[in-house]
């Protein structure tokens, strides 16, 4: 039987202990243990969005367990400019590779690709629905901060109705024990309805981020994607609703980690990068390692 990572939803708390475990093996093993564990076996990156850190960090974790990474990020160079659907896509590319990883703006694209492929898809991002890669790297990147996810208190702060990154995020952390969260946002970027938890005693709704930073251990930011915005004068109206600098971390816990998916605009300063707080590169080096992880489990190699 195939394995997809499509959506948090079907992740288990079982399944992310398995990744946790997966990434913890992948950052203690030495580069030549690692280099012959996927030599023969392509990965097919599939990107008709934008991106740095998710197509790159998996093409990496492909080539540093031995296999090799093809694919194509500028839809414009492909047949999809000639009119070809993208099942027809996938139908064509899956004979070139082991794994696909998929990057869409549509919401449920790479779920319709791993039922109709045989090969295993990982979702790279599907419009505002999730980003599974994202949250276990993330899920890895608190508990190397704080030696455990059970018991955090989180904000998630920005752009909550349209970041499939918290959308991911927040459903998982759910799975363990005693996370409560501070959802953070102007009013009409609110977490939609049908992602609040029905019982919402761990879930705290508000717009001011100073009263988050005095109270949480992880302040999770997003940006405002304009490329989501239906209407311009919107985006303009809300793009710099929060602005972290250094000065606002003066009434942090002194263990407080910021963290961001990334790319930023404005969202965080700058001089937030030297302080103990910042961990957003810190997730970017940690994605290598949990991407090692899910191809080494998705494609039944993990040692
Ligand atoms: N965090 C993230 O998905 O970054 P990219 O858009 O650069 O892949």
Redesign the pocket.
């Known amino acids: 039987v195939k394995i997809d990572l499509i959506s948090a939803n079907d992740l288990s708390r079982a399944d992310i202990d398995l990744y946790l475990e997966g990434a913890t093996w992948v950052a203690g093993a030495s580069p030549s243990e690692k280099l012959a564990l996927l030599r023969g076996r392509i990965l097919m990156a599939m990107f008709f969005e ?6 790159l960090s998996f093409e990496s974790a492909m080539c540093r367990l031995g296999g090799n990474a093809i694919g194509f990020s500028d839809v414009a160079a492909t047949s999809v400019s000639k009119g070809e659907s993208f099942l027809d896509t996938v139908h064509t590319v899956e004979n070139y590779a082991d794994i696909l990883v998929i990057r869409h703006s549509r919401e449920g694209a790479a779920r319709i690709a791993a039922e109709a492929s045989r090969l295993p898809v990982i979702n ?2 599907d419009g505002t629905n999730q ?1 599974p890669s ?1 949250t276990l790297l993330d899920l890895y990147t608190i508990r190397r901060f704080f030696g455990r996810l059970e018991g955090i208190r989180i904000a998630l702060v920005g752009d909550l109705k349209y970041s499939r ?1 918290v959308h991911s995020l927040f459903r998982a952390l759910r799975l363990f024990d005693g996370v409560s969260f501070r959802l953070v946002s102007p009013p009409s970027l609110k977490m939609p309805d049908y992602l609040l938890p029905a019982g919402q005693d761990s879930v705290q709704q508000g717009s001011d981020l100073v009263e988050a930073v005095s109270d949480c251990d992880v302040i999770y930011m997003t940006r405002i994607q304009k490329e989501r915005f239906p209407d311009v004068v919107e985006y303009e109206r809300l793009k710099d609703s929060y602005r972290l600098d250094a000065k606002m971390l003066t009434g942090a816990k002194p263990h407080l980690k910021v963290m961001h ?3 930023r605009v404005n969202e965080i300063a700058n001089d937030v990068d030297p302080t103990p707080c910042s961990g957003y590169f810190e997730q970017v080096a940690n994605g290598v390692i949990m991407r090692q992880a899910i191809l080494l489990h998705l494609l039944g190699a993990r040692p």
């Open positions: 934008p991106s740095t850190r998710t197509r790279a991002g980003h994202q990154t998916p990334l790319p």
